[in-house]
């Protein structure tokens, strides 16, 4: 009766794995995958150059494509306007901070500035020779404009009259990328191939020379400040570097995630509008999408694409995210919150009575009802399945539990009831009283999973006393039995050489491992 009291209520469970992939659980993770793609119907013409979000709510965006710019609206993610005023490829379209203004460069070598609402072209700056593929407007000032060229030089603008105030001089090959401070509206940051990245200030930088130069080690395709200003991040080749302005343009972070060249960078932030948590987005021809902290110099989040990537934005707002791509395709995503989930059931479902006490139907409620705040739910309790050998291991037939769960021919299920019975102390009275063919059936599940890592625990030091205690019985007259023996040898001897070689190729790459151990990224990056 003792033994009737101790009888397991519930299935024996094999013993849970770790599950390396935390993704689900992370609360970033859930964030990022939280933006659902939008569809833009057709596809554009040619590759998506740029995206650039207005700073004014609700965020749209342009995108550059051809000899085109196209607006979009963050809220439906459907194209709003084209502005078509180009005679060769447009670059760079960048908003002014009102939202009110947008100007786009071309390879022709002209910038054009457009009024948003009726696109119409206000103005044409015509004093690059070359390509233009840097258009900026500052954060907060509203006359000025930076742009950079094929033709090596950075031009500081006044919009109004049309005139380049500063012709910037320094860089020996293409600028394609630039930047402007949250700081000052005065200093700004541009790349170049030839691998190098300026800081300029205009206040300083009337003689021509820049006030700080940085060296990347590839050719910079594009240049961000961030939020606090006093960072900067390139990108060019295949990583992402930080750099220390107020440092001294020290390097901070090497980040190399990418397989090939990185197209273009953002900050996206983490959170509420306005949120502290800041990460960088980086898109490139390997098709990735990488989220970095810059904060613990870690990837946060890795998505993939089907075609190589070109350009990415990030709203202000933190509801939409843009991935411009090579065949023309942009790839948009919307982040849904808990205020727009809300309005749209409201808007879909009917208002009903709520039902109260003094109603007759709140005592018919059926069992589908949902219960209120003040209510008590009372659910049944379900009833628990057990399969043949939980059966069995309830009334202590043990040697029959064993027998049914080899049968079963599931790995998990018999580990765990061998687990159960190590427990119970009766593992080894039910081997001893095995049939011959009930040996077999445990001679062949040995042969088969005792090499597995996740069973040889248990399993090789279970192999080696069945064959101690039942040896009469193997050498008899049975010859599956020595036929099992046989393969648990080989499969045993095929393991230990699996293993020296492993030890050897530890024994190699050692070495290596504390030496790279050793070396920091900063001595690695120069």
């Known amino acids: 009766m003792a033994e009737q009291e101790l009888v397991k209520t519930y299935p024996v469970k094999a013993k849970l794995k770790p599950n390396t992939n935390t993704s689900e659980s992370n609360p970033e993770s859930r964030f990022w995958k939280s933006f659902k793609p939008q569809p833009l119907g057709k596809p554009l013409i040619s590759s998506i150059t740029s995206l650039s979000f207005s700073p004014i709510s609700p965020h749209d965006f342009a995108a550059t494509h051809s000899a085109t710019v196209t607006l979009f609206s963050s809220q439906t993610i459907e194209p709003k306007s084209t502005i078509s005023a180009f005679s060769d490829t447009a670059t760079s379209a960048s908003y002014r901070s009102d939202g009110r203004l947008i100007a786009a460069g071309s390879h022709s070598g002209v910038i054009k500035v457009f009024d948003v609402k009726s696109r119409t072209s206000l103005r044409h700056l015509r004093n690059h020779s070359r390509p233009v593929h840097l258009v900026k407007f500052p954060r907060v000032d509203k006359l000025h404009l930076i742009s950079g060229g094929d033709d090596a030089v950075v031009k500081y603008w006044d919009v ?17 990328c630039g930047d402007g401070s949250p700081a000052s509206d005065d200093m700004f940051v541009t790349g170049s191939y030839d691998h190098s990245i300026k800081v300029w200030d205009v ?3 009337s003689n021509r020379t820049s006030v700080m130069d940085l060296k990347h080690g590839s050719p910079v395709e594009d240049v961000i400040f961030l939020p606090s200003g006093g960072l900067i991040a390139t990108a060019g080749g295949n990583s992402v570097k ?22 273009s ?58 991935v411009g791509s090579s065949n023309g395709i942009i790839y948009a995503g919307k982040r849904k919150t808990k205020k727009t989930e809300d309005n749209a059931l409201m808007e879909l479902e009917p208002v009903k009575r709520s039902l109260r006490p003094s109603y007759f139907r709140y005592f018919q409620r059926g069992q589908n009802e949902k219960p209120t705040e ?7 309790p379900k009833k628990v399945k057990l399969s043949a050998h939980d059966k069995l291991l309830k009334k202590f037939r043990h040697k029959e539990a064993l027998v049914a769960v080899l049968e079963g021919k599931n790995p998990e299920e018999v ?15 039910c081997v001893s009283n095995l049939e011959i063919e009930e040996l077999g059936l445990l001679l062949g599940f040995l042969q088969k999973y005792s090499t597995v890592p ?15 205690m039942r040896v009469e019985d193997i050498n008899g007259f049975d010859d599956t039995l020595k036929g ?4 648990l040898k080989r499969s045993v001897d095929e393991e230990i050489r699996v293993q020296e070689c492993l030890q050897e190729v530890q024994g190699i790459i050692s070495p290596l491992l504390r030496i790279a151990g050793r070396t920091t990224p900063t001595s690695i990056s120069s």
Not at 252 to 262: C, G, I, R
Not at 304 to 317: E, G, M, N, T
Not at 454 to 468: C, D, M, N, Q
Request: aromatic share 10%; proline share 3%.
């Open 160 to 176: 109004a009259t049309e005139t380049p105030i500063y012709n910037l001089l320094g860089h020996k090959d293409y600028v394609r």
């Open 203 to 205: 206040r300083v930088s």
């Open 242 to 263: 930080i750099w220390d302005v107020i440092g001294g343009g020290k390097l901070l972070y090497s980040m190399e995630s990418h397989n090939k060249t990185v197209t």
């Open 265 to 322: 960078i953002c900050v996206g932030k983490i959170g509420k509008e306005g949120g502290e948590e800041a990460r960088i987005l980086s898109v490139s021809l390997d098709g990735y999408l990488k989220a970095f902290d810059y904060g613990k110099f870690k990837i946060t989040y890795s998505m993939r694409f089907p075609s190589p990537l070109l350009s990415v934005a990030f709203s202000p707002d933190t509801s939409t995210r843009i």
């Open 374 to 380: 003040g209510d008590y739910a009372i659910m049944k």
């Open 415 to 429: 580990v765990a009831v061998m687990e159960e019975l190590v427990a119970r102390k009766k593992l080894m009275r």
């Open 454 to 468: 996740r069973f040889a625990g248990l399993l090789l030091r279970l192999t080696k006393k069945v064959v101690e």
């Open 484 to 487: 099992h023996i046989r393969n």
